[in-house]
């Protein structure tokens, strides 16, 4: 089992990288951005934060983008939050189905492992891939704080980080059950369910039905804007995260172990 | 002797079209099996099946006295498989697939791997993106065989191989088997069933009956499709 680790995270090492970078770099770049934006910003504050339901969306209504802790959460709280779950949905919906698809089954499936283990193997790479990231990612947005000498709010962009881990393993999971089920690379379906979940989240917080139902997209508990405000999030979004997250990854296993295999 | 395949009453299906049915087959230890069919008679689907890649519906499989569903992992240890397509992950270089291979099954394999690559004359620096199909076959013997397997499976080992590495296969397949492995082949080319195989079955459309004998003319082996 702990070949089949080892090979695959070298085997998606390149796109980690390239992720981990890209929106690090994305989200180090916003912050540095927010010096030479600081004196348009405080103008721009006000007006952003009397949007309605724009505002309401994007957290503009409950913190100033004048300050760097709120423009943290409003900018970068975005960047990280769409470019993780998308990194998440690619990662895990083509790491079982991959075999198949490209045909290299008949190989890894011919060696004395079980159907478990290599399930196993590849969750454990997309869950220390995803660590890996979400460290990489922070460490650019400590640097960004660090070199604008501007004090870090250490508890909530801790919390920040460790619920998009969270959201990043609960699409990743849903991602992970599909690949157990499909012989084909499903990127598309992976990046949509990204999106959806993103904009679903995004009418909740505009669309008073929706608010109660918040909880079942995972940006519910990962949302920069409340959790840099101290809005207490719900405790079923968690519930459902951690129901979701043990659901997929136990259904990806049955599965994969039941059925037949293609050539 | 031994008998390293026992298949009792084999029934697979693929939802409402046939696989395999009620096959039932003994190989016994020092044999090289011959397996021949037409396309799509059934001949892979038993493969796949003693494998574990396909869930059968009914019967049993036994694999050097073990079964091959409780006993999967054990079984794979002492087979060497070698699939008609041999597909691998491009990116990797050759010596790494090989010594992947190895190294899932916690084994050093590097001497009999190295012997192989020298008689099959594998260049073990390219990467697997870079090799011909005949090249990538040459890779999957080596894989196959670099453990000294008791079992080998070989499904249509042959496409794409020139003359002298068809010799050279066929030369390693004996050797092997002298040391008291046991192959089961899976083919099309007569002259492979004529010369090496010892005994030998035939599938069609889903059913397995026995050959008297694998000395067979062009003309019978060409019934054997057209039926």
């Not at chain 1, 640097?143 to 969270?166: D, H, I, N």
């Not at chain 1, 409340?226 to 043990?246: H, K, Q, R």
């Not at chain 2, 009999?112 to 260049?123: F, G, H, N, Q, T």
Request: glycine residues 8%; proline residues 2%; hydrophobic residues 45%.
């Amino acid at each position: 089992m702990r070949t089949i680790l080892l090979r695959e995270i070298k085997l998606n090492f390149k796109s980690f990288l390239i992720w981990s970078l890209s929106v690090g770099l994305m989200g180090l770049a916003c912050i540095l951005l927010y010096q030479s934006m600081e004196g348009d910003m405080k103008d721009m504050a006000d007006m952003f934060s009397n949007m309605g339901a724009f505002s309401d969306a994007f957290g503009m209504s409950t913190l100033s983008i004048a300050t760097l802790k709120g423009y943290f959460a409003t900018e970068v709280g975005t960047v990280h939050g769409l470019g993780g779950a998308m990194f998440a949905a690619i990662l895990a919906i083509d790491i079982l189905s991959k075999e198949e698809d490209k045909h290299t089954g008949e190989f890894l499936f011919s060696l004395p492992v079980s159907r478990s283990k290599v399930v196993a193997a590849k969750g454990i790479c997309v869950a220390v891939l995803l660590v890996l990231f979400t460290i990489i990612c922070a460490l650019f947005y400590v640097a960004g704080f660090v070199y604008l000498k501007e004090e870090l709010p250490l508890k909530e962009f801790t919390s920040f980080m460790l619920r998009q881990l969270l959201m990043n393993i609960e699409i990743a999971a849903l991602c992970f059950g599909i690949s157990a089920v499909s012989g084909k690379s499903k990127m598309g379906m992976g990046l949509g369910i990204a999106l959806v979940f993103y904009v679903y989240d995004l009418i909740g917080r505009v669309v008073p039905d929706l608010k109660d139902y918040l909880f079942i997209g995972p940006y519910a508990y990962a949302n920069a804007s409340e959790i840099f405000s101290g809005v207490e999030t719900d405790a079923m979004a968690f519930v459902t995260a951690v129901m979701v997250i043990l659901c997929a990854t136990i259904f990806a296993f049955i599965f994969y172990d039941k059925r037949d295999l293609a050539s | 002797m031994k008998n390293v395949v026992e298949i009792q009453n084999l029934t697979k299906s693929y939802g409402k079209n046939r696989g395999v049915i009620d096959v039932s087959l003994t190989i016994e230890e020092g044999d090289i099996f011959g397996f021949i069919g037409p396309n799509g008679a059934g001949k892979s689907t038993t493969i796949r099946s003693m494998l574990g890649f396909l869930k059968i519906n009914s019967g049993s499989i036994k694999i050097l006295e073990m079964d091959s569903v409780k006993d999967h992992e054990k079984i794979l240890e002492n087979v060497g498989y070698m699939p008609s397509e041999s597909w691998f992950y491009t990116s990797m270089k050759v010596k790494d697939v090989i010594k992947y291979a190895a190294d899932v099954r916690k084994m050093d394999c590097s001497a009999e791997a190295e012997k192989l690559c020298e008689r099959l004359k594998v260049d073990v620096n390219k990467r697997i993106k870079e090799l011909s199909y005949g090249n990538r076959k040459k890779v999957s013997i080596v894989c196959a065989m670099q453990h000294r397997p008791r079992l080998f499976i070989f499904d249509e080992p042959t496409g794409g191989l020139d003359p002298l590495m068809q010799r050279t296969f066929f030369n390693l397949i004996d050797e092997y088997v002298n040391e008291g492995a046991t192959c089961l082949l899976s083919t099309h080319v007569l002259s492979e069933v004529n010369k090496y195989c010892r005994h030998g079955a035939i599938m069609r459309e889903g059913r397995l009956s026995m050959l008297d004998s694998v000395l067979i003319d062009e003309d019978e082996f060409i019934r054997f499709y057209e039926e």
